[in-house]
């Protein structure tokens, strides 16, 4: 079975500063990893996602993350934060050439004061 | 582009009223979706459909059905409806197979409140 754990429910950080949303994940097969943003009152979007090769993934809006197996990690980054920043952000992994069915984090809030 | 569409965007019920969620998409996806959220739950997964003629249990399928119409539409429907359903319901749809990574793509949601 596969799980994804997310750490905090709520991040806050003030404006420019980095912001890091914490991803810990498990599963038997290598797995593919994405980050959804939520915007207040929308569905989730592709922020960004990891499938094979390069373990730095760059998404949208400045944000990256990077996988790393050895911790069973793929935290978000972004340098500095800015205010359209505020929303939901989740976690979610499937496994490669396995179910279809992709696990999805709880979820960190990420607020941003100005 | 419309994506994946989700009718209707907000509705009221009167507890056991019964009511479907539309959901339609023109990405020419395999699979679809019904999520719900709620808050400090995240999203959970009730019902999937990998194609189309098929359909499975998610996470938490109890007091629902629904109908994988044809390739584009994908229906939730609530027989009877209780206020532990009032959430934010999503449908996703995905393209899967050995080339596809499996993203899901969302609708905006449907805010339904039972009474």
């Known amino acids: 079975a596969q799980s994804v754990t997310q750490l905090g429910s709520h991040v806050s950080v003030s404006e420019g500063a980095l912001v890091l949303l914490r991803c810990n994940y498990s599963?038997?097969?290598?797995?593919?990893l994405f980050w959804y943003v939520q915007y207040p009152n929308q569905g989730l979007q592709l922020l960004l996602k990891y499938t094979t090769g390069a373990t730095l993934v760059k998404g949208i809006n400045g944000f990256e993350a990077e996988f790393k197996k050895s911790e069973t990690s793929f935290h978000l980054t972004k340098p500095s934060a800015h205010m359209s920043d505020a929303a939901e952000y989740f976690c979610?992994?499937?496994?490669?050439?396995?179910?279809?069915?992709?696990?999805f984090g709880r979820g960190t809030s990420l607020i941003v004061h100005p | 582009n419309a994506g994946v569409t989700q009718t209707p965007k907000f509705q009221v019920l009167k507890t056991g009223q019964s009511m479907t969620l539309q959901c339609a998409q023109d990405?020419?996806?395999?699979?679809m979706y019904w999520y719900r959220q709620d808050p400090g739950m995240g999203l959970r997964l009730i019902y999937y459909s990998a194609s189309e003629g098929t359909t499975d249990k998610g996470e938490v399928p109890n007091g629902y059905n629904v109908s994988r119409l044809n390739k584009r539409e994908f229906s939730l429907r609530l027989e009877s409806a209780a206020p532990s359903q009032t959430s934010v319901y999503f449908c996703a749809s995905s393209a899967l197979g050995r080339t596809n990574t499996g993203e899901l793509f969302f609708g905006e949601g449907s805010r339904l409140t039972v009474l």
């Open positions: 979610a992994v499937r496994k490669s050439g396995g179910s279809y069915i992709p696990t």
């Open positions: 599963s038997s097969v290598p797995p593919y």
């Open positions: 990405m020419n996806h395999n699979s």
